[in-house]
């Protein structure tokens, strides 16, 4: 269920990334899920893109990059 949400998710960044419930709905799976090669995959694709939230965005990126935070979730 998670997989064709996270599919289907994607594509719909994809045709628009500066869909807001879009881009909402994606990154509270990508932490759900604890994604953080998904996020990072779709994030380092969409980079130089107009993203809806890129407040929220690069604040997951940073959480992720953080070395403080490797064994905490997304």
Known sequence: EDDAALELLEGALEADPGSEPVCLEL??????????????????????????????????AARINDKRHTDERV
């Open 27 to 60: 990154l509270a799976l990508y932490k759900r899920r604890n994604s953080r090669a998904e996020f990072m995959r779709t994030y380092t694709a969409m980079l130089g893109r107009q993203l809806a939230r890129p407040d929220l965005w690069r604040a997951m």
